[in-house]
């Protein structure tokens, strides 16, 4: 049999499909934190602080890393974990979303989602159909995602921009703790599995 011949049509896909690449998925996260930080911020929302909140949003537990911190039972609860793979490179995500922060919510603004008054600094907030959006999510993922973002701007509403800077800046520079997950947990060599370990899919044991 021989291998199939690639034709110049084939679309070549990365091994691994990362969520915050899909400009949608980033924009539904938008509009769910927007209708959150209206609680606490009526007037609407700078761009740095929003960028603070975007990102410690969808990685809350950079923020809630100590097993007695207040919040992160609740937050573990909502299905989020810092042994994934991701909370590895938080600092390199954090840069990578920042800069694509401005183009998601000039987006949001050209589908009159989201407006901007300039009252001091330039303010963002959702529109009435913005509004309207966020409350028709239903996904499992935007009940936790609203959880998340909750906790965040409650804890970090009023904390200055100095030291938000520095606070987020500090959280993603983390590389290892307690709840991080090692590469090389994730590979065995054959020969250190057990004969228990050898089950096939079906179930039934196979003969080493």
Partial sequence: ???????????HRPPVAVPEDDTV?????????????????PDGVELERLGAYDFIAANPLLMASSDDDPDRFELLMAGFDDRALSYAS??????????????????LLAYDLATAAVRGHVLYRLTN????MATRFT??????????????????????????????????????????????DLFVEPEQLSEPDAVAEDGVDRPS
């Fill in 90 to 107: 938080a600092a390199q995500r954090f840069a990578t979303r920042r800069e694509r922060l401005k183009h998601d919510l000039a987006l």
């Fill in 1 to 11: 049999m021989t291998a199939p011949s690639h034709s110049a049509h084939t679309v």
């Fill in 25 to 41: 998925f980033r924009l539904a996260q938008l509009v769910l934190l927007l209708h959150v930080v209206a609680e606490f911020h």
């Fill in 129 to 132: 159909a913005g509004v309207d």
């Fill in 139 to 184: 996904a499992m993922y935007a009940r936790s995602y609203t959880t998340a973002a909750t906790i965040v701007v409650r804890r970090l509403r009023k904390v200055r921009p100095g030291p938000l800077r520095e606070r987020v800046t500090e959280w993603t520079r983390q590389t290892s703790g307690p709840h991080r997950i090692d590469l090389a």
